[in-house]
C-alpha cells in the first residue's frame, strides 16, 4: 500500500505561484511514476504532471512553461512548482502513484483557487 497527502494548495491571487507538495509512504520503494492531476467543477479529471522513478517528465501542452514537477532526493515527496497562475487553473489537485505492479494509488486532493 502507498499512502499520499498533499499539501500547499490555497488561495492566490492572478499571476501569483503556488508550491504543491506531495509526501509518499508505505509500499514506496516500486513507484514506477509519481505525478499530479486536477479536476475543476464540471470537468473531467485532467493530467497535470508526472516524473518517473529515473527522473524523466512530462506536462500536459497548455502547461508547459508555467508548471514544473520534481521529486525529493529520496523520490519520497513530490512537488508542482505553480507559476503565472491564472483563474482557469482553479481546481482541485491530486497527487498520485504508480507502481511497476500495475496498481495506483491517490492522494485526498488540495483546493487551489486563483482570484481575478
Known amino acids: 500500500q502507498v499512502q499520499l497527502v498533499e499539501s500547499g494548495g490555497g488561495l492566490v491571487q492572478a499571476g501569483g505561484s503556488l508550491r504543491l507538495s506531495c509526501a509518499a509512504s508505505g509500499s514506496i520503494s516500486s513507484i514506477k511514476a509519481m505525478g499530479w492531476y486536477r479536476q475543476a467543477p464540471g470537468k473531467q479529471r485532467e493530467l497535470v504532471s508526472r516524473?518517473?522513478?529515473?527522473?524523466?517528465?512530462t506536462y500536459a501542452d497548455s502547461l508547459k512553461g508555467r508548471f514544473t514537477i520534481s521529486s525529493g532526493n529520496a523520490k519520497t515527496t513530490v512537488y508542482l512548482q505553480m507559476n503565472s497562475l491564472k483563474p482557469e487553473d482553479t481546481a482541485v489537485y491530486y497527487c498520485?502513484?504508480?507502481?511497476?505492479?500495475?496498481?495506483?494509488?491517490w492522494g485526498q486532493g488540495t483546493q487551489v483557487t486563483v482570484s481575478s
Open positions: 498520485y502513484a504508480v507502481r511497476f505492479v500495475g496498481d495506483a494509488f
Open positions: 516524473i518517473t522513478s529515473g527522473g524523466t517528465t
